[in-house]
C-alpha cells in the first residue's frame, strides 16, 4: 500500500513556474511507477505525465511536453513535476498516482491503484 501527498500548488502568472512535489509513505515504492494527471473544473482526468519506477522513461501529454518534468528521487520516495511556462490552460487540480509495476505506456487514470489528494495550481493571465 501507497500513500501520496502533493505540494507545491498555488498561483502564478502566466509564463511562471511551479515545481509540485508528491511524498509517498509505505513499502516498495520503487516498485511503482508514477504519474501526474490533472483535472480542470468540468472536464475530466487527464494524463499529464508519468515516470518509469527505476526513472529511465518518461512519458508527457502533447501539451505540456517541451514545459514540464517529471523526476523522482527514490531515496527520498518523492516525485516531482517541475512545470515552466505555464498558461492559463495549465489551470488545474493536479493528482499524483502510482501503480506497481507499471509502465509509461499506462497513461489512463483507471488504471492507477493509488491517488493523492491533489493540489490546486492556478495560472492568471
Known amino acids: 500500500q501507497v500513500q501520496l501527498v502533493e505540494s507545491g500548488g498555488g498561483l502564478v502568472q502566466a509564463g511562471g513556474s511551479l515545481r509540485l512535489s508528491c511524498a509517498a509513505s509505505?513499502?516498495?515504492?520503487?516498485?511503482?511507477?508514477l504519474g501526474w494527471f490533472r483535472q480542470a473544473p468540468g472536464k475530466e482526468r487527464e494524463f499529464v505525465s508519468v515516470?518509469?519506477?527505476?526513472?529511465?522513461?518518461?512519458r508527457y501529454a502533447d501539451s505540456v511536453k517541451g514545459r514540464f518534468a517529471i523526476s523522482r528521487d527514490n531515496a527520498k520516495n518523492t516525485v516531482y513535476l517541475q512545470m515552466n511556462s505555464l498558461t492559463p490552460e495549465d489551470t488545474a487540480v493536479y493528482y499524483c498516482?502510482?501503480?506497481?509495476?507499471?509502465?509509461?505506456?499506462?497513461?489512463?487514470?483507471?488504471?492507477?491503484?493509488?491517488w493523492g489528494q491533489g493540489t490546486q495550481v492556478t495560472v492568471s493571465a
Open positions: 509505505g513499502r516498495s515504492f520503487n516498485s511503482y511507477s
Open positions: 515516470i518509469s519506477w527505476a526513472a529511465r522513461a518518461t
Open positions: 498516482a502510482a501503480k506497481i509495476y507499471g509502465t509509461i505506456s499506462i497513461t489512463s487514470a483507471s488504471e492507477y491503484q493509488h
